[in-house]
Structures are given as C-alpha cells and as structure tokens.
C-alpha cells in the first residue's frame, strides 16, 4: 500500500491562496481512490474532494469553486489548490487513500479511506 505525507500547508491572510501537497510513496503502481479531508478543532473531519485512479476528481458542495484537488503521477503528488481562503477553513488537513481504481459519486466519508497522512496545519487570519 501507499505511504501519505502531506505538507504545504501555512498561515495565509483571508482571500489569498494556498496549495497543500501530499506526497505518496510504496505501491505506487496499484491504483487509489485518493482524497482530502480537514478537521478544526472541536469538530468532526469533514470530506473535501476525490480523485480516482482515472483523475476524476469530485469536490464537496462546501469548497466547490474555490478548492480543486489534482494529482501528478509522474511526481507521485497529490495536490489541493485552495483560493478565496476564509477564516473558517483554518484545520489541519489530511490526504487519504483506499485501494480502489474509483472513488464513490458524491460520498466524501473518512471511514471510505484506511490511509492516512499525518497532516498539514492551515491557519487563514482576518
């Protein structure tokens, strides 16, 4: 299975952009379902976007227009473009994968991907 180590991540002024990155490493031939997620404090972890071993990507009602998740398989890089921040996407973000060549339509659950990156701190300020 893959290895996820995420990084990027930083404190930006509400409005700007950042891109979070999520390097994977092992058994980078067999195909992922990959993903982002974030938690805040105090809160549950909440299911941004997916892409599938096809790049098909998906993005939660939440950041659709403002986040676009990518991969680069030449660089073994998953990647989460983030625009027009706010304050309230301060979290610390997560990529995930599950070995499947397809993710599910619309379903964004943390309990879909058995692994883990071990995270990226996002702080957006006023």
């Known amino acids: 299975q893959v290895q996820l180590m995420e990084s990027g991540g930083g404190s930006v002024q509400a409005g700007g952009s950042l891109r979070v990155s999520c390097a994977f490493s092992?058994?980078?031939?067999?195909?992922?379902?990959m993903g982002w997620f974030r938690q805040a404090p105090g809160k549950e972890r909440e299911g941004l976007a997916t892409?599938?071993?096809?790049?098909?990507?998906r993005h939660a009602d939440s950041v659709k227009g403002r986040f676009t998740i990518s991969k680069d398989n030449a660089k073994n890089t998953l990647y989460l473009e983030m625009n027009s921040l706010k304050p309230e996407d301060t979290a610390m973000y997560y990529c995930a994968a599950r070995s499947a060549a397809f993710c599910f339509n619309n379903r964004y659950r943390e309990a879909d991907f058995d692994i883990w990156g071990q995270g990226t701190q996002v702080i957006v300020s006023s």
């Open positions: 092992g058994d980078t031939n067999s195909q992922y379902c």
């Open positions: 892409i599938d071993s096809y790049s098909y990507t």
